[in-house]
């Protein structure tokens, strides 16, 4: 069942349109492909308007979307062979993050991405993709396992941010984090991220230190929710949409100021309107990243990488 956003409605009442000529001429003997035809094509035309004019608070909520495709879409679609490697050998496994070795078009590589869960058992069981400290743990460990084998390492964000509950802090949260980040700053293997819906806070950037950094254009990436941040700066949820325009988290936005390296263009009407299409646009797209990155050699990849990353926020040399 489609799932609609406030500001698609009048897609939906095209499609809805379509629908119902569709139904009515069934089995019947009018011939309806013009008409059909002339909906489809006022649907594409409406899409493209909308699209192509979406505010921050519109891409939140694109990138929220309950039919955008999650990290398990994308392990089914991209990868072979997928052996999953589970827990921290410290205090248990964590379903918000997922990981492993897989084959990735003929190339070995290890991956790891959140996993937000479909329907609500899903998500419940995958926690929303806020993970816990043992998940960042087990990151760490599959890092440093793609280190040691001189495999690739790609991960998937999508995650509203690490878990923030009482039993996260007290196994040691931020510690966690910072162990994931400072691990991929070791790393010598080649390493691309991609941001695949949202970006949120430290749980991000966690898989995100990477050589290349991908970002579908719909995605969204930021050092705290626009909610978030609206109930710290003006104790109100009401000013939602003004923190959203403020804090740049667009695609758009961030590759003007450097945090990522490369936007991918997603489908018409974004990805939970083609998965598929969308999918195989990323797909090729870590591939010319890998393409790239395994031309170079590992000291001075990951002096580059660390470079990177000090940069973000100096001011200009004069």
Same mark, same amino acid.
């Given at each position: 069942?489609?799932?609609?956003?406030?500001? @698609?409605? +009048?897609?939906?009442?095209?499609?809805?349109?379509?629908?119902?000529?569709?139904?009515?001429?069934?089995?019947?003997? =009018?011939?309806?492909? &013009?008409?059909?035809?002339?909906?489809?094509?006022?649907?594409?035309?409406?899409?493209?308007?909308?699209?192509?004019?979406?505010?921050?608070?519109?891409?939140?909520? =694109?990138?929220?979307?309950?039919?955008?495709?999650?990290?398990?879409?994308?392990?089914? @679609?991209?990868? @072979?062979?997928?052996? @999953?490697?589970?827990?921290?050998?410290?205090?248990?496994?964590?379903?918000?993050?997922?990981?492993?070795?897989?084959?990735?078009?003929?190339?070995?590589?290890? =991956?790891?991405?959140?996993?937000?869960?479909?329907?609500?058992?899903?998500?419940?069981?995958?926690?929303?993709?806020?993970?816990? +400290? &043992?998940?960042?743990?087990?990151?760490?460990?599959?890092?440093?396992?793609?280190?040691?084998?001189?495999?690739?390492?790609?991960?998937?964000?999508?995650?509203?941010?690490?878990?923030?509950?009482?039993?996260?802090?007290?196994?040691?949260?931020?510690?966690? /984090?910072?162990?994931? /980040?400072?691990?991929?700053?070791?790393?010598?293997?080649?390493?691309?991220?991609?941001?695949?819906?949202?970006?949120?806070?430290?749980?991000?950037?966690?898989?995100?230190?990477?050589?290349?950094?991908?970002?579908?254009?719909?995605? /969204?990436?930021?050092?705290?929710?626009?909610?978030?941040?609206?109930?710290?700066?003006?104790?109100?949820?009401?000013?939602?949409?003004?923190?959203?325009?403020?804090?740049?988290?667009?695609?758009?936005?961030?590759?003007?100021?450097?945090?990522?390296?490369?936007?991918?263009?997603? +489908?018409?009407?974004?990805?939970?309107?083609?998965?598929?299409?969308? /999918?195989?646009?990323?797909?090729?797209?870590? &591939?010319?990243?890998?393409?790239?990155?395994?031309?170079?050699?590992?000291?001075?990849?990951?002096?580059?990488?660390?470079?990177?990353?000090?940069?973000?926020?100096? +001011?200009?040399?004069?």
């Amino acid at each position: 069942m489609s799932t609609f956003l406030d500001f @698609e409605k +009048p897609v939906a009442e095209l499609e809805g349109k379509i629908k119902e000529l569709r139904h009515t001429a069934d089995g019947g003997e =009018v011939n309806i492909s &013009e008409e059909l035809a002339r909906l489809e094509s006022k649907v594409d035309q409406v899409l493209k308007q909308i699209y192509g004019k979406l505010s921050p608070w519109q891409k939140m909520h =694109v990138a929220r979307h309950p039919n955008r495709p999650h990290f398990s879409d994308y392990m089914t @679609e991209l990868f @072979e062979d997928f052996v @999953e490697l589970c827990g921290d050998r410290a205090f248990g496994d964590d379903t918000a993050l997922v990981g492993g070795i897989a084959r990735f078009r003929g190339r070995s590589v290890f =991956v790891i991405g959140h996993e937000k869960g479909s329907g609500t058992e899903g998500r419940v069981r995958h926690n929303f993709g806020m993970a816990h +400290p &043992e998940g960042y743990r087990k990151a760490v460990r599959l890092m440093e396992l793609a280190n040691h084998y001189g495999l690739p390492l790609l991960t998937f964000i999508d995650t509203p941010g690490a878990y923030p509950g009482v039993e996260a802090e007290e196994r040691g949260q931020s510690e966690a /984090i910072a162990r994931a /980040i400072e691990a991929s700053l070791r790393l010598d293997v080649p390493f691309v991220a991609s941001i695949v819906g949202e970006g949120g806070s430290g749980g991000a950037v966690a898989l995100a230190t990477a050589d290349a950094v991908l970002m579908l254009e719909h995605a /969204i990436y930021s050092v705290i929710s626009p909610e978030g941040c609206a109930s710290i700066l003006w104790r109100s949820a009401a000013k939602a949409q003004d923190a959203a325009n403020a804090l740049k988290m667009t695609a758009v936005d961030l590759l003007e100021l450097g945090v990522i390296d490369r936007v991918v263009a997603e +489908p018409l009407g974004a990805a939970h309107r083609q998965p598929d299409a969308a /999918i195989r646009s990323l797909g090729d797209e870590i &591939e010319r990243a890998l393409k790239k990155l395994t031309d170079e050699q590992g000291d001075s990849r990951r002096t580059r990488r660390r470079e990177k990353f000090l940069a973000m926020g100096r +001011p200009p040399a004069a």
